[in-house]
């Protein structure tokens, strides 16, 4: 029989939905926008007529499917209360019960967890990805914000009140850039794809680069993928946002180094379609800021969950994670 | 019967030994040199015929003592292992297998285990300290170094390779001050005694402050008790010694709790003596660095170990923590 794991990712415009195989591949999947529901019972009725669809179609495909449980991925998700709580990005204010709402259509599921996105990264990446074996390890989310995971002794980190995990919002310069969440000098602020748009400005300025291909693009319109193309083209500016970038990274990741020694550190998210642009200058970065005792040992590498299904993939990832607690 | 550990204390100088009871008391304690062994079999020997002396004199007291096991804290220990790999301030080189020496005199013990002090300080808080019943906090040690010992799920954080809990050396100041490990700008340059010497020689020259009471004294002959007695004594400097400290600490304290979320952390060491003079600004700096969703959440509270034995105390508790692994 196939086993198979729902995973899915609430996110501020999207709720993507997927059944994935035990091997980490989507074999079916759905969207539903998340904003437009009057009230959560809507949008989890919704949720829920989707998975139900899909589940038949993928047993009409292959009748022998097992459906271990379900894994969702969303902001502010608490892993110990199985809630949503108080997400800036998502419609639904306040603590939205999810775990339980979802138990309730769905009394024959073996697990049910929440978790966020970067947590849901980390467990993705042990249980389908390149941290396959790794018992002690972090993953980096780098995209709007900058996310990670932690893993240690094989058992995600969620601290005291489930929120652990939150290396987005270390602090690397003191007195540092505005971060979105009203602190200053946080790393997302430096390396998310915002982070790296505020620097390209900076440098602009900095250098008067009136002859940069990132002169021709206004604040609102400048990305990182834009970014990239113009350090391939060979524009100084741009080569120089990917090495600053991984200068600040670099200083995060040795923080993260320090705290939990990790095996290696996963980075994930758009910027890394920039390969060594970014890694080298990454690698450097934490190499100089460790202690002796950790230099030359922590592997940084790109992860292997597939950029477009990493999200429902990490989320589906979860209800192994869960069905493995169960078992002791 | 009476239940106690040992706890063995191996520093640069002394090496502290002591029987440890149930409630953290050293029954009774004994010191030898650490240098001017010639060999590592002269000092296990040493340390062997002071354990035994102590064993037999708490054995005359009272003869119903069970002894559970042995517990040292030494710099640059692998709990892995159970060896102690190059550390700088002894004079034994290379990896000596601590553990593995003293199972061979020691082949009664029940549990004999090794980690390193701030580690030990970790365990001890949460065997007989403050930490009673936490299941998720941090120990931050000040004094020569910072160290710190991280508690997940109730065990010691200690990752890929055994060193695990560096915090004193993440960096708080990018292109900061030199540490004593070729870093720069870590905590520990700013933290700990001697960081916060070099704060008050700073202030000195900033201001250049010939009225302040700091400068009265040479570098060499500068210590953080004197920077306390000086802001008790109303010193203008010596008191933003102390703001300034905490104010870096409570950065680095800040990383910590975006890391793994702890329900609290604890501080121990020398400086802690000065109480609200770091205690308050450290506060405010880790709050005003937090993410929302951390704020007002993390007790920042004094280590409940005495000073004078916490070495010794700490180490034996990590007997209850090998005995409780080995119960699994």
Same mark, same amino acid.
């Given at each position: 029989m196939k086993k198979v794991a729902i995973g899915i990712d609430v996110g501020g415009t999207n709720t993507a939905i997927g059944v994935v195989d035990n091997?980490?591949?989507?074999?079916v999947k759905d969207s539903i926008p998340t904003? &437009? /529901?009057?009230n959560i019972t809507l949008f989890i009725d919704d949720i829920t007529n989707s998975v139900r669809e899909l589940v038949n179609s993928v047993g009409s495909l292959n009748p022998k499917v097992e459906i271990l449980g379900l894994g969702i991925g969303a902001p502010n998700a608490n892993y110990y209360t199985g809630t949503i709580e108080h997400a800036p990005n998502l419609s639904f204010k306040g603590v939205i019960p999810m775990v339980k709402l979802l138990e309730e259509n769905f009394p024959e599921m073996k697990a049910i967890a929440i978790t966020n996105d970067a947590n849901a990264a980390a467990i993705g990446e042990m249980i389908y990805g390149g941290a396959q074996g790794m018992k002690n390890f972090v993953v980096y989310t780098l995209g709007t914000g900058v996310g990670s995971g932690i893993i240690v002794n094989g058992d995600l980190v969620y601290g005291h009140d489930g929120f652990?995990?939150?290396?987005?919002?270390?602090?690397?310069?003191?007195?540092?850039r505005l971060c979105g969440?009203?602190?200053? &000098? /946080?790393?997302e602020a430096y390396c998310s794809a915002p982070g790296m748009k505020r620097t390209a400005f900076e440098l602009l300025a900095k250098y008067n680069a009136t002859k940069s291909i990132l002169a021709t693009k206004c604040f609102n319109e400048m990305d990182s993928k834009f970014i990239f193309e113009a350090a391939e083209a060979g524009d100084a500016i741009a080569k120089e946002v990917f090495e600053l970038t991984g200068k600040w990274l670099g200083i995060g990741l040795a923080n993260t180094v320090a705290h939990t020694s990790p095996e290696a550190i996963f980075l994930f998210g758009?910027?890394?379609?920039a390969g060594n642009y970014i890694l080298r200058p990454t690698i450097e970065s934490m190499e100089q800021h460790?202690?002796?005792?950790?230099?030359?040992?922590v592997k940084i590498l790109p992860s292997q969950l597939k950029p477009g299904d990493a999200a429902i993939v990490g989320a589906s990832a979860l209800v192994y994670k869960e069905l493995e607690k169960q078992l002791g």
């Amino acid at each position: 029989m196939k086993k198979v794991a729902i995973g899915i990712d609430v996110g501020g415009t999207n709720t993507a939905i997927g059944v994935v195989d035990n091997e980490g591949k989507v074999l079916v999947k759905d969207s539903i926008p998340t904003p &437009g /529901h009057s009230n959560i019972t809507l949008f989890i009725d919704d949720i829920t007529n989707s998975v139900r669809e899909l589940v038949n179609s993928v047993g009409s495909l292959n009748p022998k499917v097992e459906i271990l449980g379900l894994g969702i991925g969303a902001p502010n998700a608490n892993y110990y209360t199985g809630t949503i709580e108080h997400a800036p990005n998502l419609s639904f204010k306040g603590v939205i019960p999810m775990v339980k709402l979802l138990e309730e259509n769905f009394p024959e599921m073996k697990a049910i967890a929440i978790t966020n996105d970067a947590n849901a990264a980390a467990i993705g990446e042990m249980i389908y990805g390149g941290a396959q074996g790794m018992k002690n390890f972090v993953v980096y989310t780098l995209g709007t914000g900058v996310g990670s995971g932690i893993i240690v002794n094989g058992d995600l980190v969620y601290g005291h009140d489930g929120f652990a995990g939150e290396c987005g919002h270390t602090t690397i310069i003191n007195n540092g850039r505005l971060c979105g969440c009203g602190g200053k &000098g /946080h790393l997302e602020a430096y390396c998310s794809a915002p982070g790296m748009k505020r620097t390209a400005f900076e440098l602009l300025a900095k250098y008067n680069a009136t002859k940069s291909i990132l002169a021709t693009k206004c604040f609102n319109e400048m990305d990182s993928k834009f970014i990239f193309e113009a350090a391939e083209a060979g524009d100084a500016i741009a080569k120089e946002v990917f090495e600053l970038t991984g200068k600040w990274l670099g200083i995060g990741l040795a923080n993260t180094v320090a705290h939990t020694s990790p095996e290696a550190i996963f980075l994930f998210g758009g910027p890394m379609a920039a390969g060594n642009y970014i890694l080298r200058p990454t690698i450097e970065s934490m190499e100089q800021h460790l202690i002796p005792i950790f230099k030359n040992k922590v592997k940084i590498l790109p992860s292997q969950l597939k950029p477009g299904d990493a999200a429902i993939v990490g989320a589906s990832a979860l209800v192994y994670k869960e069905l493995e607690k169960q078992l002791g």
